[in-house]
């Protein structure tokens, strides 16, 4: 018995300006919440007669469409104080098209489906950001764990995308997090790359609502450091005030909530609480001050017991020591107390140096030779003296940072002539911690060991530093031995060679005369002069970019020269020109070729008498 189905629901949600969506649910587009009546009616032929049944009415409520919302959470300290949100199903794209579970960075200790989370707006490099999305839209089955996909994105170029699982079916809650890191941006590696007082950006864009994407962002380690001077170690117990230029009274400063009043003085390595009860936990050396109004500020440190202002090492050196989360200390006029402009609300980022002072130990250091280069050996002597001749110096040790490139050679200690134990070396390499124990009163030890200079070593001066501690707060004076590094033979110069042919450009290059007495230059001045075989030569240039020009009142009577090869782009359309992008050790070749101007004759010779 044929039927014809008419079924009109579809027809009803069309004319509300409803849409389906996947796994049957229903969006409403339009902002008022909207009741849809529906029937259905079944047409059929029965003996000839043509008959009609109508299905009861169903209705059905529709509220409008939930605008999704986003925020950034952080591991709470100890994994207790927060809320809970399963992060389990969470994957990244690795290479730009495989989803994959993402690293979790320096915190290996967490359990994705357990961590204890709270909101943040900035996050210490290295830490693991988390993504909270609640999306009622994105909610398309009732009965699994559904999937959403963001883009993370930093200034710097870093791209990356997250695909978030839903905490549980029927949530619309989706969580995930990616990994920080200090390394270079590379795209789609599962790992969003910054520097410390980057943002990081997160974008979700709304399938039902593409033209109003949804963003989060966050500050990475918005935090000044108070460090030593010498060692880069971060110092904890220095109170740091921000107080008005103008006025030399307290800055009015705020939490993160732009609201809550924040202390104008913090203490270092402390946690901080502002006026809503928002804590704030700084790690070692660690202060912050949120916000604050445009102005003229400065910024005043007392450093604890045992240290003092920094007189001992020069800007430049401790800029480059390396900060504890990564990269090296930020150092301003401001990191000397002087005042500085704030014009942003931005939270402030400025490193203080303070230096140890000196109570009771003296240290001295020398390296073997003053001038080394890479693959040479450096031996480096520190002599530590207790100079108080009554009390014996015990827990001692030394806190040795080498320069950048300089590598310590293992089994190579030697404690007042007796081979001894490996100093512990930092996760840089670079910070080198031996321990002395005790020392007699008046007494003092003997350190030696080597090291070795790798690919990374810096031209220029290289300055190693080293300061002695002990419980009690005894510090030596920071002694520094100063090398200074060369280039490799052949690798800091370059040699330019050529020659300068006749013929033009026809025949073998072999079988073109050299044309003497040509004089070439740079573009600095120097000048060569063509051998009897048209050679020339340049010595000890430095590496870039150099002009090669032919001296055209040099050039014999009768000869010009001329471009062979129209698709060298070196002469830039000029024959008697050209470009050498060089660089340092190797040897790097300018030719010209010179030829017959058309129709020249040789003057006749003067007749002799």
């Known amino acids: 018995m044929p039927m014809l189905l008419r079924e009109r629901s579809l027809i009803a949600l069309c004319a509300l300006g409803l849409s389906t969506g996947a796994g049957g649910r229903v969006f409403a587009q339009s902002a008022p919440i909207a009741t849809i009546t529906n029937k259905a009616t079944l047409d059929f032929s029965d003996g000839g007669l043509v008959r009609s049944v109508t299905s009861n009415t169903v209705s059905l409520a529709v509220s409008a469409r939930t605008p999704p919302t986003i925020r950034l959470l952080r591991l709470t300290d100890g994994g207790s104080g927060g809320v809970t949100l399963d992060a389990s199903g ?154 008005e230029n103008a006025t030399g009274l307290p800055a009015k400063v705020y939490g993160d909530d732009g609201v809550s009043a924040y202390p104008s003085t913090v203490t270092t390595g402390q946690t901080v609480t502002d006026a809503s009860g928002a804590a704030y936990p700084y790690q070692s050396g660690q202060y912050r001050f949120p916000q604050t109004a445009a102005g003229s500020y400065r910024l005043v440190v007392t450093p604890p017991t045992g240290m003092s202002e920094p007189n001992s090492a020069s800007p430049a050196s401790m800029s480059k020591l390396n900060e504890p989360r990564g990269g090296t200390f930020t150092i301003s006029d401001a990191s000397f107390g002087k005042a500085f402009q704030l014009t942003d609300p931005r939270a402030l980022q400025v490193d203080i140096p303070v230096d140890a002072q000196a109570t009771g130990l003296s240290l001295d250091k020398t390296a073997s030779t003053t001038d080394a280069s890479m693959g040479d050996f450096v031996q480096y002597k520190i002599i530590l003296k207790n100079r108080d001749a009554a009390v014996v110096a015990s827990g001692v040790q030394v806190v040795d940072t080498l320069p950048k490139g300089f590598r310590y050679i293992a089994g190579s200690v030697r404690r007042d002539g007796v081979r001894a134990p490996d100093p512990v070396q930092a996760s840089d390499g670079r910070t080198l911690t031996y321990t002395l124990g005790a020392i007699a009163a008046g007494g ?76 070439l230059m740079l573009e600095d001045g120097t000048y060569v002069v063509t051998d009897r075989d048209g050679l020339y030569h340049f010595e000890g240039a430095q590496p870039g970019l150099h002009v090669v020009q032919v001296d055209l009142e040099s050039l014999p009577p009768g000869l010009q020269p001329v471009l062979c090869g129209g698709g060298n782009t070196r002469f830039a359309g000029r024959s008697f020109s050209q470009f050498v992008d060089a660089q340092g050790g190797a040897l790097w070749r300018a030719d010209f070729h010179l030829r017959l101007i058309a129709g020249w004759k040789a003057p006749k010779a003067s007749p002799t008498a």
């Open 90 to 243: 969470s994957t990244c794209r690795m290479g730009g098209s495989a989803f994959v579970a993402p690293p979790l960075g320096w915190n290996q200790s967490f359990n994705a489906a357990t961590a204890s989370l709270t909101p943040a707006n900035s996050f210490h490099l290295g830490e693991p950001v988390f993504v909270d999305v609640h999306d009622e839209d994105a909610n398309t089955s009732a009965d699994n764990r559904d999937l959403l996909q963001i883009d993370v994105t930093t200034a710097a170029g870093d791209h990356e995308t997250l695909r978030l699982q839903e905490t549980g079916p029927d949530t619309g809650e989706f969580v995930g997090y990616i990994a920080t890191s200090a390394a270079s941006p590379t795209d789609y590696d599962c790992v969003i790359s910054a520097s410390r007082g980057q943002s990081v950006s997160v974008t979700l864009v709304d399938p039902n609502d593409p033209g109003d994407p949804l963003f989060a962002t966050a500050l990475i380690d918005p935090y000044g450091y108070v460090f030593q001077s010498a060692t880069g170690a971060p110092v904890d117990g220095a109170k740091v005030s921000l107080v």
């Open 444 to 519: 003092s030890s003997e350190i030696d060991y080597v090291t070795t200079l790798d690919s990374n070593a810096q031209d220029g001066d290289a300055v190693n530093r080293a300061v002695a501690n002990a419980p009690g707060g005894l510090y030596s004076n920071t002694a520094e031995a100063m090398v200074h590094v060369a280039a490799p033979l052949f690798t800091d110069g370059i040699t330019l060679v050529g020659r300068v042919t006749d013929q033009g450009c026809d025949g073998p290059a072999a079988d073109r005369r050299g044309v003497p007495g040509v004089r």
